[in-house]
């Protein structure tokens, strides 16, 4: 018995580490969407990836592992979104620290056009947020579906309207 | 502008950061640590249970039979009791707590846990050498001045060895436990 519950955990960490392998950088610029400091986004990257080794336990395989870290993912974040009050707070008045773990050389050349895009997807509502995070992580319309909990109808409708709003946010920005 | 190649040059924009998986706490280490500590919380309590224990009864008993013999056996037990108790603190001292909240520093604890252990069976195993000689020249200097008989000087010397053998075997486990978790925690820093 207890080495049957040894295995389990043994197959249960496997299969953690390839979700963290595989969707841990996904999960990460998915927290930018939600917090606006590097500090807060790694507190909720934490909750995210307790959350998921906590429901591993649950998941039958109904869905693609890819699906379930993201509705987790997606159900921590809307959890933290309205614990906080729908949109993250903008700290205007506190500098954007610098992430750590980026080189300069790197900052300089992509992080000024990531950093717009991500303050725009911060700046929609949060359904219209997930839907469009969710297409940028390559997710298609029914994968998006089964993680928001809703119809591909609406998914279509949230992510043209996202697009829409996301757009214009664009266009007005210097 | 094409909705899709809208979409494509967001995404190319989106996946620009890639973030290092190595910065990526794990939730699996922390809990291995967190349990550990607990775990060492529990056999801290017992011991102290188990050394107040020894203490009391060995000053009652010595209280009730003041002879030399027996007061100097209560001594011997004080005295092993705060050695290995001075021991035990000095062997845990740092490991209760991660420096960081890191992968790095959870894995440095984990194995500085590890080697602690390793080396606390080492000083059972000599401090074990040295209570069973204490014991047994005792019962043998009982024997020999008569105040024992052969039966009761065999049967002490037989529950002598076999608490011997059992706590050797128990060294051994915990022993085996250590080495294999410090390869596990090789595994965990080769994913880390």
């Given amino acids: ?14 299969q953690y580490e390839r979700i963290l392998d595989a969707y841990g950088p996904a999960l990460t610029r998915l927290t930018s969407c939600y917090e606006w400091l590097p500090e807060a986004r790694e507190d909720l990257l934490q909750e995210i990836l307790l959350a998921i080794w906590k429901a591993l336990p ?10 379930f870290a993201f509705r987790v993912a997606h159900n921590r974040c809307l959890t933290h979104a309205w614990r906080r009050g729908q949109s993250p707070k903008r700290e205007d008045q506190l500098p954007e620290v610098a992430d750590p773990r980026k080189s300069p050389e790197t900052m300089a050349i992509d992080s000024r056009r990531r950093e717009s895009l991500v303050a725009a997807i911060r700046a929609l509502p ?4 997930q839907a469009i995070t969710l297409a940028l992580e390559d997710l298609t319309p029914p994968e998006i579906a089964i993680v928001l909990g809703v119809t591909e109808n609406n998914v279509a409708v949230r992510l043209n309207r996202a697009r829409k709003a996301l757009r214009k946010i664009l266009e007005n920005r210097p | 502008m094409n909705m899709d190649v809208e979409l494509a040059a967001w995404r190319t924009d989106w996946l620009a950061d890639q973030p290092a998986d190595s910065a990526l706490l794990r939730p699996d280490l922390r809990r291995l640590v967190g349990r550990k500590r607990r775990k060492m919380a529990l056999a801290l309590a017992g011991q102290l249970l188990y050394g107040v224990a020894l203490l009391v009864f060995s000053a009652w008993f010595a209280a009730h039979r003041p002879t030399l013999e027996w007061i100097l056996w209560a001594a011997v037990i004080w005295g092993a009791t705060f050695f290995a108790a001075g021991f035990g603190v000095r062997n845990t001292a740092g490991t209760w707590k991660a420096l960081s ?14 080697l602690r252990e390793l080396r606390a069976m080492r000083f059972g195993r000599w401090f074990l050498a040295v209570q069973s000689a204490i014991v047994a020249g005792w019962l043998s200097l009982d024997y020999a001045l008569h105040r024992l008989p052969r039966g009761r000087y065999f049967f002490g010397f037989a529950v002598t060895i076999l608490m011997a053998v ?12 250590s080495l294999r978790d410090l390869q596990r925690l090789d595994q965990f820093d080769d994913n880390a």
């Fill in chain 1, 1 to 14: 018995m207890q080495a049957m519950s040894s295995m389990d955990r043994g197959a249960l960490t496997a």
């Fill in chain 1, 58 to 67: 649950s998941f039958r395989g109904d869905c693609s592992e890819k699906t």
């Fill in chain 1, 126 to 129: 949060v359904n219209y947020r």
């Fill in chain 2, 101 to 114: 909240e890191s992968n790095a520093a959870f894995l440095a604890l984990s194995r500085e846990r590890c």
């Fill in chain 2, 166 to 177: 059992a706590y050797l075997e128990f060294f051994a486990y915990r022993e085996r436990r």
